[in-house]
Every structure is written in C-alpha cells, then in structure tokens.
T-cell receptor, first 110, second 114 residues
Framework: GQQVMQIPQYQHVQEGEDFTTYCNSS?????IQWYKQRPGGHPVFLIQ?????EVKKQKRLTFQFGEAKKNSSLHITATQTTDVGTYFC??????????FGTGTLLAVQP | KAGVTQTPRYLIKTRGQQVTLSCSPI?????VSWYQQTPGQGLQFLFE???????NKGNFPGRFSGRQFSNSRSEMNVSTLELGDSALYLC?????????????FGEGSRLTVL
C-alpha cells in the first residue's frame, strides 16, 4: 500500500540556521499537505500543494512539490525557537486516503 | 466557530476491555477521519467517514471500528484492548474529505491500556 517516508527523523539546529525536511511517497500523489505539531499539541495545517513542480512560500517557510508528484520538501530559513515541533507531510493518492509521513522533529537551540 | 471536540481527553483501561471515543466535528463538516498516534509509528490512518458512510479504511484489525451519525458526530470503538493500543487517538474533520483539503484536528483522546 501507499507509504510516505520523511527524513530526517530528528534535526537539532541553532537558532538562525536553516532547516529542511524531505518527504517521499511510494506512489504518485494527487496532492500533498504539510502539518506542524507542537509538543503536547495536535497537528495544525500549514499548506497544500497540488501541481507538479509547485513552490509556495509562507514567510520563512518554502514548500516544494516534486515534478513527478512523489516527493516534497519543507525548508525553513533562519529558524526561530517558535519553529520547534514535528513537521508532517501527508499525501493523498487515487483513493483519496490521506497518509501521513513519519514526521521530522525539529529542535531549535537559542 | 467551535473547533473539533474529542471526549474523553484521557482514559485508562485494562487489557480485554473495550473503549468508545467520541468526536464532534466543526459545524458543517461532513468528513471525520481518525488517526492513531504513537511515538514509534507516527500518525496511522484508521478510517474516514463521510455523510455516515465509511469512505476509507486503514490497515487495522477488526477490533477497531467506527461510525458516524446523521449530525456528523463520530465514534470509534476498540474492543478487546491490548497493551499496544495505548496511544493518542486523533480525530480530524473536513468539509470535503481527508484527501482533498485541510484537516482540522481535535486535541485527541489519550488512551492508556494497563
């Protein structure tokens, strides 16, 4: 069945450094979503990408959807302590079943 | 607008018991999805209901079941609890479906099985 993997599992950065998490699906996706979960909280929607090669920006966050619609990335420029949390990608394929990636836990040291 | 409400927030059960969790979606949302979150397995998809019909199902044993009522509220049930069922159970609602747009998550129900 459909699987979505993310790397790295964990990333520790100094405040001000950049951060990137990568998401890979075993099947072609119709769209991909990104969520952020703060420690002790619930996942919160960040963005959805639909088109092949799509790039979207939200302030310091840049999201990309691969040309083959099987991979995606989230890049954070100049991390801040408020960026701490686990970032999940979630992909939807032909069955419209939304499968979450394994997540990347980001720790930011002030 | 009220968010997604899950009850109970915390519960402790023993092996062999059964549990029912409830989820009230955002008003107007017809889709409710359930996810199991554990430290080792991440967010695992359980099932999705849309207008009282199960639209999709994950790879969980038959001990896990759910239903949705005409007011879109949903319940999930786990029978014959096992230690490995200890997890945070998250419910999420959406106006159009889990695979088509933003999911709005509840705070979760944390289940501990002893």
């Amino acid at each position: 069945g459909q699987q979505v993997m993310q790397i790295p599992q964990y990333q520790h950065v100094q405040e001000g450094e950049d951060f990137t998490t990568y998401c890979n699906s075993s099947t072609t996706l119709s769209n991909i979503q990104w969520y952020k979960q703060r420690p002790g909280g619930h996942p919160v929607f960040l963005i959805q990408l639909v088109k092949s090669g799509e790039v979207k920006k939200q302030k310091r966050l840049t999201f990309q959807f691969g040309e083959a619609k099987k991979n995606s990335s989230l890049h954070i420029t100049a991390t801040q302590t408020t960026d701490v949390g686990t970032y999940f990608c979630a992909g939807s394929g032909a069955t419209n079943k939304l499968i979450f990636g394994t997540g990347t836990l980001l720790a930011v040291q002030p | 607008k009220a968010g997604v409400t899950q009850t109970p927030r915390y519960l402790i059960k023993t092996r062999g018991q059964q549990v029912t969790l409830s989820c009230s979606p955002i008003s107007g949302h017809r889709s409710v999805s359930w996810y199991q979150q554990t430290p080792g397995q991440g967010l695992q998809f359980l099932f999705e209901y849309f207008s009282e019909t199960q639209r999709n199902k994950g790879n969980f044993p038959g001990r896990f079941s759910g239903r949705q009522f005409s007011n879109s509220r949903s319940e999930m049930n786990v029978s014959t609890l096992e230690l490995g069922d200890s997890a945070l159970y998250l419910c999420a609602s959406s106006p159009t479906g889990a695979g088509t747009g933003e999911l709005f998550f509840g705070e979760g129900s944390r289940l501990t099985v002893l």
